[in-house]
């Protein structure tokens, strides 16, 4: 299944993004969003959806967690993403080889770190 979004969760200041956890998972109506957890388990995530989860069917795409530790899973998951939005300096910078990587398979870049708050780091054209 095609990754639609990818979504650094990350605590700020001893607090989940509950409102961006929640707006990812709407999303996911339309296309599987991964999570990235960064420092956050997933049972936590998990007390913040518990109560829309039930308002949704059953059929949608939803939600992957993928532990930001797990670097294969992470890559993966970013490298076909048609938005990321990165939290923390973890994505990768303009220079690394994961960006060869996008560009190889025509990504493009947006935006740059923004300390606290997430934003979109690269959409790629959707596949004709």
Same mark, same amino acid.
């Given at each position: 299944?095609?990754?639609?979004?990818? !979504?650094?969760?990350?605590?700020?200041?001893?607090?989940?993004?509950?409102?961006? !956890?929640?707006?990812?998972?709407?999303?996911?109506?339309?296309?599987?969003?991964?999570? !990235?957890?960064?420092?956050?388990?997933?049972?936590?995530?998990?007390?913040?959806?518990?109560?829309?989860?039930?308002?949704?069917?059953?059929? !949608?795409?939803?939600?992957?967690?993928?532990?930001?530790?797990?670097?294969?899973?992470?890559?993966?998951?970013?490298?076909?993403?048609?938005?990321?939005?990165?939290?923390?300096?973890?994505?990768? /910078?303009?220079?690394?080889?994961?960006?060869? /990587?996008?560009?190889?398979?025509?990504?493009?870049?947006?935006?740059?770190?923004?300390?606290?708050?997430?934003?979109?780091?690269?959409?790629?054209?959707?596949?004709?």
């Amino acid at each position: 299944m095609q990754t639609r979004r990818v !979504i650094e969760i990350v605590q700020s200041g001893g607090y989940l993004p509950a409102e961006l !956890i929640l707006t990812g998972y709407w999303a996911s109506q339309s296309g599987l969003v991964v999570f !990235i957890l960064n420092g956050v388990t997933p049972r936590a995530v998990d007390l913040v959806l518990d109560p829309i989860v039930v308002t949704l069917p059953l059929t !949608i795409p939803g939600v992957l967690y993928v532990d930001v530790r797990d670097k294969t899973r992470v890559r993966d998951a970013v490298l076909f993403a048609e938005e990321i939005y990165a939290a923390t300096r973890f994505f990768p /910078s303009p220079g690394s080889s994961l960006r060869h /990587s996008f560009q190889a398979h025509r990504a493009r870049w947006h935006g740059h770190f923004k300390a606290g708050k997430p934003h979109p780091v690269r959409k790629r054209r959707p596949h004709a």
